[in-house]
Protein backbone atom coordinates (compact mmCIF):
# COMPACT_ATOMS: atom_id res chain seq x y z
CA UNK A 1 0.00 0.00 0.00
CA UNK A 2 1.53 3.17 -1.17
CA UNK A 3 0.34 7.03 0.30
CA UNK A 4 1.66 9.79 -2.21
CA UNK A 5 0.86 13.19 -0.72
CA UNK A 6 1.24 16.31 -2.90
CA UNK A 7 0.16 19.83 -3.83
CA UNK A 8 2.39 21.96 -0.54
CA UNK A 9 4.13 24.76 -1.28
CA UNK A 10 4.66 28.50 -0.22
CA UNK A 11 2.13 30.46 -0.03
CA UNK A 12 0.81 33.58 1.73
CA UNK A 13 -1.45 34.35 4.55
CA UNK A 14 -5.14 34.01 3.64
CA UNK A 15 -4.46 32.11 0.42
CA UNK A 16 -5.70 28.81 -0.78
CA UNK A 17 -4.73 25.82 -1.72
CA UNK A 18 -5.41 22.10 -2.46
CA UNK A 19 -3.81 19.09 -1.05
CA UNK A 20 -3.95 15.76 -2.44
CA UNK A 21 -3.42 11.90 -1.74
CA UNK A 22 -3.25 8.90 -4.29
CA UNK A 23 -3.64 5.76 -2.80
CA UNK A 24 -2.54 2.90 -4.65
CA UNK A 25 -1.96 -1.26 -2.96
CA UNK A 26 -5.63 -1.07 -2.06
CA UNK A 27 -8.81 0.25 -3.26
CA UNK A 28 -10.13 3.56 -1.43
CA UNK A 29 -13.63 2.57 -0.76
CA UNK A 30 -13.26 0.65 2.03
CA UNK A 31 -11.35 2.73 3.89
CA UNK A 32 -11.30 6.03 6.38
CA UNK A 33 -8.85 8.52 5.13
CA UNK A 34 -7.65 11.24 7.10
CA UNK A 35 -5.11 14.25 6.99
CA UNK A 36 -2.32 15.18 9.60
CA UNK A 37 0.06 17.58 10.24
CA UNK A 38 2.96 18.03 12.19
CA UNK A 39 4.90 21.52 12.89
CA UNK A 40 8.48 21.54 13.55
CA UNK A 41 8.98 20.67 17.46
CA UNK A 42 5.26 19.74 17.33
CA UNK A 43 3.39 16.45 17.93
CA UNK A 44 1.45 15.21 15.00
CA UNK A 45 -1.78 16.31 15.23
CA UNK A 46 -5.28 15.48 13.65
CA UNK A 47 -6.70 18.04 11.02
CA UNK A 48 -9.27 16.28 9.32
CA UNK A 49 -11.42 12.87 8.55
CA UNK A 50 -13.71 11.15 5.69
CA UNK A 51 -15.14 8.11 6.89
CA UNK A 52 -15.77 5.34 4.95
CA UNK A 53 -19.01 6.14 4.83
CA UNK A 54 -18.89 9.65 2.59
CA UNK A 55 -21.55 11.49 4.96
CA UNK A 56 -19.20 11.49 8.35
CA UNK A 57 -16.44 13.84 8.43
CA UNK A 58 -14.18 15.58 11.73
CA UNK A 59 -12.38 18.42 11.54
CA UNK A 60 -9.94 19.72 14.15
CA UNK A 61 -11.09 22.71 15.73
CA UNK A 62 -8.37 25.21 14.44
CA UNK A 63 -9.56 24.16 10.96
CA UNK A 64 -13.30 23.84 10.94
CA UNK A 65 -14.72 26.56 8.57
CA UNK A 66 -11.55 26.72 6.27
CA UNK A 67 -10.39 23.31 5.06
CA UNK A 68 -12.69 20.61 3.59
CA UNK A 69 -12.02 16.82 3.07
CA UNK A 70 -13.56 14.88 0.12
CA UNK A 71 -12.42 11.87 -1.35
CA UNK A 72 -13.20 10.23 -4.94
CA UNK A 73 -13.23 6.64 -4.48
CA UNK A 74 -13.08 6.20 -8.47
CA UNK A 75 -9.77 7.90 -8.81
CA UNK A 76 -8.68 6.15 -5.67
CA UNK A 77 -7.64 10.18 -4.18
CA UNK A 78 -8.38 11.99 -1.48
CA UNK A 79 -8.11 15.88 -1.08
CA UNK A 80 -7.93 18.73 1.27
CA UNK A 81 -8.88 21.85 0.13
CA UNK A 82 -7.66 24.61 2.54
CA UNK A 83 -8.88 28.14 2.38
CA UNK A 84 -7.92 31.50 4.52
CA UNK A 85 -4.33 29.68 5.15
CA UNK A 86 -2.55 31.29 8.40
CA UNK A 87 0.88 31.11 9.53
CA UNK A 88 -0.02 28.11 12.32
CA UNK A 89 -0.93 26.19 8.94
CA UNK A 90 2.62 25.81 8.63
CA UNK A 91 3.46 22.00 8.81
CA UNK A 92 4.62 18.80 6.98
CA UNK A 93 1.01 17.06 5.97
CA UNK A 94 0.20 13.48 5.71
CA UNK A 95 -2.48 11.74 4.71
CA UNK A 96 -3.22 7.88 5.99
CA UNK A 97 -5.70 5.43 5.64
CA UNK A 98 -7.46 2.70 8.29
CA UNK A 99 -9.56 0.40 7.65
CA UNK A 100 -12.10 0.80 10.30
CA UNK A 101 -15.01 3.12 10.91
CA UNK A 102 -13.98 5.54 13.05
CA UNK A 103 -15.53 7.84 15.42
CA UNK A 104 -15.33 11.37 17.22
CA UNK A 105 -12.70 9.85 20.12
CA UNK A 106 -10.53 8.10 17.89
CA UNK A 107 -10.10 9.61 14.65
CA UNK A 108 -7.58 11.83 15.54
CA UNK A 109 -5.01 9.44 17.09
CA UNK A 110 -2.40 8.59 14.84
CA UNK A 111 -2.65 5.05 16.38
CA UNK A 112 -6.15 4.64 14.52
CA UNK A 113 -4.49 3.80 11.06
CA UNK A 114 -2.55 1.34 9.66
CA UNK A 115 -0.99 3.38 6.02
CA UNK A 116 0.75 6.71 5.90
CA UNK A 117 1.81 8.84 3.18
CA UNK A 118 5.74 10.57 2.75
CA UNK A 119 4.05 14.07 3.69
CA UNK A 120 3.87 17.53 2.17
CA UNK A 121 5.07 20.31 3.24
CA UNK A 122 2.72 23.66 3.37
CA UNK A 123 4.41 26.77 4.53
CA UNK A 124 2.73 29.86 4.89
CA UNK A 125 4.21 32.85 5.14
CA UNK A 126 4.44 37.07 3.42
Known amino acids: VQLQASGGGLVQPGDSLRLSCAVSGHTLDGYGIAWFRQAPGKEREGVAYASIHIGRKFYASSVKGRFTVSRDNARNTAYLQMNSLQRDDTAVYYC????????????????????WGQGTLVTVSS
Open 96 to 115: ATTPRSLILSSWSSVDSYTD
